[in-house]
Nanobody
Framework: QVQVVESGGGVVQAGGSLRLSCAAS????????MGWYRQAPGKQRELVTI???????NYADSVKGRFTISRDNAKKTVSLEMNSLKPEDTAVYYC?????????WGQGTQVTVSS
């Protein structure tokens, strides 16, 4: 069983920056992909960014050039650096960890961007 815990988030003004972190723990041989999703009120959860074990990353068009994902395989952590934040980035952000066919989620962390 894999446990996923996020940290970071909070309230920031438009144009500001925030950093989210996520740590995976538990019984696992190796982690495949790690990613961040977000869900705004009244909307479906959407993929923000995902990074493979080798380091290649994909981003949603809406965050390209503003967000950067990174991971530390030894520490089993993934981080999301968010710059030039916009009010439309306001959402609950969830960390996702994939180990084999198992997909595990964190509890979510709120990011609020005020205009």
């Amino acid at each position: 069983q894999v446990q996923v815990v996020e940290s970071g988030g909070g309230v920031v003004q438009a144009g500001g920056s925030l950093r989210l972190s996520c740590a995976a723990s538990g019984s696992m041989f190796s982690i495949n992909a790690m990613g961040w999703y977000r869900q705004a009120p009244g909307k479906q959860r959407e993929l923000v960014t995902i990074i493979a074990s080798g380091g290649s990353a994909n981003y949603a068009d809406s965050v390209k050039g503003r967000f950067t994902i990174s991971r530390d395989n030894a520490k089993k952590t993934v981080s999301l650096e968010m710059n030039s934040l916009k009010p439309e980035d306001t959402a609950v952000y969830y960390c996702n960890v994939r180990v084999g066919f198992l997909s595990s989620w964190g509890q979510g962390t709120q990011v609020t961007v005020s205009s």
